[in-house]
């Protein structure tokens, strides 16, 4: 089995930064990648940014200008640096680790809210 944990959440007013933490925990041994998500109320959970054991990433197009992924190989954590934050980023941020085989594991969430 895998846990995966947020960390790192909070208010920040408009154009301020926060970086959110994940770390795995478990049978890590098998996992290959971990994202992040959000969900703003209402809506539905979007995809935000991915990163591989490899090191490659991806973060998605709307965000890609000011959030970026990284990793702590000795860790297994990564890391949602999120700078420049606007009020639409305001969400449930997820962490997800995503295990071969197919499994994907997630977190509670983390609530970011962004003061304008």
């Known amino acids: 089995q895998i846990q995966v944990a947020e960390s790192g959440g909070g208010t920040v007013q408009a154009g301020g930064s926060l970086r959110l933490s994940c770390v795995a925990s478990?049978?890590?041994?098998?996992?290959?990648?971990m994202s992040w998500y959000r969900q703003a109320p209402g809506k539905e959970r979007d995809f935000v940014a991915r990163?591989?054991?490899?090191?490659?990433?991806t973060v998605a197009d709307s965000v890609k200008d000011r959030f970026s992924i990284s990793r702590d190989t000795g860790k297994d954590t990564i890391y949602l640096q999120m700078n420049t934050l606007k009020p639409e980023d305001t969400a449930v941020y997820y962490c997800?680790?995503?295990?071969?085989?197919?499994?994907?594991?997630w977190g509670q969430g983390i609530q970011v809210t962004v003061s304008s």
């Open positions: 478990g049978r890590t041994f098998s996992l290959y990648a």
């Open positions: 997800s680790a995503h295990e071969y085989g197919g499994n994907e594991y």
């Open positions: 990163i591989w054991w490899s090191d490659s990433a």
